[in-house]
């Protein structure tokens, strides 16, 4: 399952993903990760959701974003759910058909792992292109 969080900024985005990280980690029945740009969730996650912050790994396009959450899940079977905060902060692009492609191959990782994604994105819903809208 793939969710989206859309809107500007300003919009509550990142307290909704907060709240459901903090929810998933008190129901999951295995690991729960949230991946950010920078360490700003510290504090507001629980300790026992494994925080990443990307800017360690140099991740900068779609591609390296999709083969780096294929490595989480190679490495840790366990993960029910992976939250990602501003999903086009991280990748540094808003190209429509290279987030729709992201998306495809995401939905099927989803499919075959079972591993539910959460993925806030700053932008006005009706700007993102179909392939991305129909997980709003």
Do not use: W
């Amino acid at each position: 399952m793939i969710k989206c969080i859309v809107g500007l900024k300003g919009h509550g985005k990142t307290k909704q993903l907060i709240e459901m990280v903090n929810e998933a980690v008190e129901n999951a029945h295995g690991s729960v990760i949230c991946i950010e740009k920078s360490p700003k969730l510290t504090y507001d996650i629980s300790h026992k959701c494994r925080l990443i912050d990307t800017v360690d790994y140099r991740i900068t396009s779609f591609q390296s974003f999709y083969g780096f959450l294929c490595g989480l899940y190679a490495q840790n079977y366990d993960i029910t759910s992976v939250f990602i905060d501003s999903l086009y902060k991280i990748v540094e692009n808003t190209d429509p058909v290279v987030a729709v492609e992201f998306f495809e191959n995401l939905e099927a990782l989803s499919r075959t792992t079972g591993v539910n994604f959460v993925i806030t994105i700053s932008a006005e819903p009706d700007t993102l292109p179909e392939g991305v809208r129909q997980y709003i």
